[in-house]
């Protein structure tokens, strides 16, 4: 494999993390649509690793170049620019459709963007996984569950949403999302995935989108205060994001069409973590308590029966281990950033 890569690198003069060999058979052509997104960029290193054909379709509206750009000139590897709004052909195996911003400030910021791209953009991945026949994943959410009434909460609950709230666009988006990739299934026989996402954490994260993993981190490397939302006794339940990469390709290879709640069952209070990542960062930042959030969710933890019956899946990376990933990558950000600045 190593000599593989060195060829490779001599011919193109760039070095590229190694690289399976897979003979065009066994090779497969795969599209991940929010690719150089936070989720989406490590799911193609995942996917490269193995030595499949990967196209990207990303219009860099939330991801970043940076975290694809060890690929480009790769020839496994492919990236067009491109909204998923607008239809697009291409001749693939499989589609991971994981565009769509994530987290609450950014997908607040445009909500009519949001519904559009979640409704027509999932619209457009059906339509070409139909025409194609290629297999189609959907990067649902733990949103569907809305402010649950049910905890943890299993995929037999319908969830509870507000229709108009400011979460509704993205909560909304993924429940029209789930309910176009059954339809496409039931009457164009398209083959399908739906994983239902709970919060995710690593490197990669865009240090300004707002989520209360990266905030916290940055905060607390800064010597900020910890910026937390209402009183701090929500509850979320946080996963490393190579659990949810290896979850996703062990969804998209079986052949389970229901929905399967992918997420770390280690459920944590806000105020809970903001001390455990203040401590874990060993800082001394203050802990700031801001107005709450609209409609923001109470409790979330998923039960993952069904992923652990389904797929044989659990999630791997203990908590602590993850964040300690994750503060070494804002570490790294931080000091780039301080010497860009210093130029
Ligand atoms: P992210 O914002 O880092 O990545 C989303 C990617 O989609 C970005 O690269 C963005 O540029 C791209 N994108 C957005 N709108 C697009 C459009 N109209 N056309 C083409 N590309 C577009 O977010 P993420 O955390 O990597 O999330 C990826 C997926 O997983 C999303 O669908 C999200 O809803 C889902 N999800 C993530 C989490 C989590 O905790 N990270 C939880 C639940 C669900
Ligand atoms: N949160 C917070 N401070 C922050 C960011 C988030 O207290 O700086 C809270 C937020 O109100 C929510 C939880 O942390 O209760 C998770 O927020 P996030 O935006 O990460 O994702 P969500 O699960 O709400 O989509």
């Excluded at 164009?188 to 954490?201: D, L, W, Y």
């Excluded at 998209?252 to 455990?276: C, H, K, Q, R």
Aim: proline share 7%; charged share 20%; hydrophobic share 40%.
């Amino acid at each position: 494999l190593l000599t593989l890569n060195k060829e490779l690198a001599l011919q193109v003069g760039k070095v590229y993390p190694p690289t399976e060999y897979r003979n065009a058979g066994e090779r497969k052509k795969i599209l991940v649509t929010g690719g150089a997104g936070f989720v989406g960029s490590h799911l193609v290193d995942a996917l490269m690793a193995q030595g499949h054909e990967v196209t990207v379709v990303d219009n860099f509206y939330t991801g970043r170049r940076q975290n694809i750009e060890h690929w480009v000139g790769h020839p496994n590897f492919q990236l067009i620019v491109h909204d998923v709004q607008e239809p697009i052909f291409l001749q693939v195996d499989q589609i991971y459709h994981l565009a769509s911003p994530a987290s609450p400030p950014h997908y607040q910021h445009n909500p009519i963007k949001t519904i559009k791209t979640n409704a027509v953009g999932t619209l457009n991945m059906l339509g070409l996984a139909r025409r194609v026949k290629a297999e189609f994943l959907l990067a649902s959410t733990s949103e569907v569950y809305g402010d649950p009434e049910v905890h943890p909460q299993p995929e037999s609950y319908w969830g509870h949403v507000n229709p108009i709230g400011p979460r509704a666009c993205y909560d909304e988006g993924k429940r029209v999302a789930e309910t176009m990739a059954v339809a496409y299934q039931q009457q164009e026989q398209v083959s399908i995935h739906i994983a239902r996402i709970f919060n995710t954490f690593g490197p990669r994260m865009h240090p300004n989108d707002g989520r209360v993993v990266s905030n916290f981190i940055i905060q607390a490397l800064q010597g900020k205060p910890i910026t937390i939302y209402g009183e701090g006794q929500q509850t979320r339940s946080f996963q490393y994001v190579s659990d949810l990469v290896s979850g996703l390709m062990k969804l998209m290879n079986s052949n389970v069409s229901v929905p399967v709640n992918l997420g770390n069952p280690d459920e944590y209070s806000i105020l809970d973590f903001a001390t455990f990542v203040r401590d874990e960062v060993a800082s001394d930042a203050a802990i700031a308590f801001m107005p709450a959030s609209r409609d923001d969710p109470q409790r979330r933890k998923p039960d993952i029966l069904r992923a652990e019956q389904l797929l044989g899946w659990t999630p791997q990376v203990p908590v602590r281990e993850g964040i300690h990933k994750t503060i070494e990558y804002f570490r790294r950000e931080l000091r780039l950033d301080m010497s860009l600045n210093a130029l």
